[in-house]
């Protein structure tokens, strides 16, 4: 499984964070790198976009030598990036899936939303919670978007002080929900392991609705196993 985004040096979110959730679910993970951040578990201090030519080159240098089975996308810098993404699906023809990473949890921008709508009509499902939702689509019930959307809605009823979190699916003129636990703190990465887990089970042949149900469930159980710290700000973990 291809995955498409950033790095952090934590290994809290990006790359990282994806690579652990596919590997968990029995797949390998390879990566081309579209940002490179400064970042710790809570603290931003800055991120530099990779050169097209370098995903050129990375990508040149990967091609053929592993099969690839699905895409997941993380941050993606400009939309000269996500014009070449754009090409690379349709080269593929592989399920991708998008997480519109506008902000990494530490407090820095990450994602251009021009790059965001671009790819909007290329990937099978995109992953916002309800504020990036609203800013990308105008609203939070994003029902005529071009491609599927799962919002999540961890952030809402934490904000909200609800016990239980309800996650929305709009596509193919229906909307699909999904309930969960609200589990005590903030987990980084958790956003980024979901849309991987995505991609992986679509990439198995699952329907979108059984890869979302699957995935939700794979990522409660990293949750509940966490690295914690006394600060609120946890790593999710793999189960072993």
């Not at 990566?31 to 490179?36: D, G, K, N, R, S």
């Not at 149900?213 to 710290?229: D, G, I, K, N, P």
Request: proline residues 5%.
């Amino acid at each position: 499984m291809l995955c498409i985004g950033g790095f952090d040096p934590s290994g809290g979110a990006g790359v990282l964070a994806d690579a652990r959730m596919i590997e968990a679910l029995g797949g390998h993970a390879c990566a081309l790198i579209t940002l490179h951040t400064c970042q710790g578990r809570t603290r931003w201090a800055g991120a530099s976009a990779a050169p097209l030519e370098q995903l050129h080159q990375q990508w040149r240098a990967l091609h053929g030598s592993l099969p690839i089975h699905a895409i997941k996308i993380g941050a993606l810098a400009n939309l000269e990036q996500a014009i070449w993404v754009a090409e690379l699906i349709c080269a593929l023809g592989v399920p991708a899936v998008l997480d519109p990473v506008r902000h990494s949890s530490s407090g820095g921008a990450l994602s251009d939303d021009g790059a965001i709508q671009h790819l909007l009509a290329h990937v099978q499902l995109i992953t916002p919670n309800h504020d990036e939702a609203a800013a990308l689509f105008g609203t939070d019930s994003p029902a005529s978007a071009p491609c599927a959307v799962l919002v999540t809605a961890t952030d809402q009823a934490q904000q909200q002080g609800a016990k239980r979190i309800r996650h929305e699916l709009y596509g193919q003129g229906q909307t699909t929900y999904w309930d969960s636990p609200l589990l005590e703190g903030r987990f980084r990465g958790s956003g980024c392991m979901l849309a991987s887990a995505i991609a992986g089970y679509l990439g198995r042949d699952y329907s979108l609705q059984q890869a979302i149900t699957e995935s939700l469930r794979a990522v409660e159980l990293s949750l509940r196993q966490a690295w914690t710290f006394d600060d609120g700000v946890h790593l999710p973990r793999i189960p072993r």
